[in-house]
Structure formats: structure tokens, C-alpha cells
């Protein structure tokens, strides 16, 4: 089974809205990462956020993790229709990084 | 930069057929990773392999055998191909060598895509 869980699984909106997309994992963790895959390339990394970490902040990309929760969150601002793209969580499994597991994925489509 | 390459890029087999995904990263890293891509499924990890001459099972192991040749190439071998093991399957490498060493991020190829029948 898959170590993280995202939803919505899908979400549509217009370009210049806010996207949020969450994410809940079952053990406990060092850090959680969150990557961007276009339709038919591989991942690219997005930002990591340490179990230490609340909050973190990348350009238009804010991640929180609440690990009382087991859930972390991506708040992506302002969309834009280049931003259309399927986003997936994932984390180590408490095995420091070595042993990585996805999620399913939210796919996210920003309408122009 | 490269980065980290794959080859080939399309396969498709019979059942039974046996083949070999090649993978190599030019970024010095330590840690590599083979995963697999279904729809809707998101990715699941086949094998990793920690540094140089260790591997381990991932999520899904189970048909699948790899080889940490050096520290720049990973492969991943199909014994005898099933119509289950139909998937992109992705190579990536990372800078992890400790819970507090790398930056942790996953750096990936463009993907192969295999298709059995």
C-alpha cells in the first residue's frame, strides 16, 4: 500500500485562483517532499519540509506538515495555466531518505 | 548536464521475453532508485539502492531484479516479462548518504515505457 494519500485526487480552476492539495501519510517520518510531473516527463522536486518544520515557503509554493496529523499540505498561489500538472507527496518512512514512497497524485488543471 | 539518462525510452515484449532498463547518473550521487508508474496508481518503488554495492526491496519487488553495477549506473532486469509489468518505469538518484547528509531531493529520468503482450 501507498505511503501517502492525496486529495482532491483531481482539481480544476481558473488561472490567478489558489490550488490546495493535501496529503496524509500512515509512519512516522523525517521529511516530506513535494514534486511536479507533466504529462509524460518524469518528477522534478518542488521543496522538502523536515518533520522539524512546520512551514515552509518557495516563490508561489507554501508546504505545511502537521505531524500530529500525519497530513501536509501544498498551497500553490495565484495558479497559472502553466501550473497545470499532476502533484504528488512524498516521504521516507522514517528511513532517513533512502526508501522514498509516492502518493496517487492530485492532478491539477489551471483554465486559462 | 545530463542529469540521469535511461535507456531505451519504448520496449515492448512478448510474454516471457526477458530485458534489462538501463539507468546512469552523472551527478556523483549515492543513492538510486527504480520505480513504477500505472495510472492512476501514482509511483511505487521497486528497488533502491543506498551507495555502491547495497540494494534493497522497495513496494513492489516481486518479478524484478537490479544491479548496482558502480556508483553511476542502476539496472533493473525483467526475467520472464508479464502483461502486469505493462508501466513506465522511472530511475532517479539523490544525494541521501544519512538522515541529516543530502538534500534528499529525487532527481529523475524521462522514463521508459514498457509493454508487454
Known sequence: SQQGEEDPQALSIQEGENATMNCSYKTSINNLQWYRQNSGRGLVHLILIRSNEREKHSGRLRVTLDTSKKSSSLLITASRAADTASYFCATDEGTGGFKTIFGAGTRLFVKA | ?117
Not at chain 2, 546512469?24 to 496508481?41: E, F, I, K, L, V
Not at chain 2, 538534500?103 to 503482450?117: A, K, M
Request: proline share 3%.
Open chain 2, 1 to 117: 548536464n545530463a542529469g540521469v539518462t535511461q535507456t531505451p525510452k519504448f520496449q515492448v515484449l512478448k510474454t516471457g521475453q526477458s530485458m534489462t532498463l538501463q539507468c546512469a547518473q552523472d551527478m556523483n550521487h549515492n543513492s538510486m532508485y527504480w520505480y513504477r508508474q500505472d495510472p492512476g496508481m501514482g509511483l511505487r518503488l521497486i528497488y533502491y539502492s543506498a551507495s555502491e554495492g547495497t540494494t534493497d526491496k522497495g513496494e513492489v519487488p516481486n518479478g524484478y531484479n537490479v544491479s548496482r553495477l558502480n556508483k553511476r549506473e542502476f539496472s533493473l532486469r525483467l526475467e520472464s516479462a508479464a502483461p502486469s509489468q505493462t508501466s513506465v518505469y522511472f530511475c532517479a538518484s539523490s544525494d541521501w548518504t544519512s538522515v541529516s547528509v543530502g538534500t534528499g531531493e529525487l532527481f529523475f529520468g524521462e522514463g521508459s515505457r514498457l509493454t508487454v503482450l
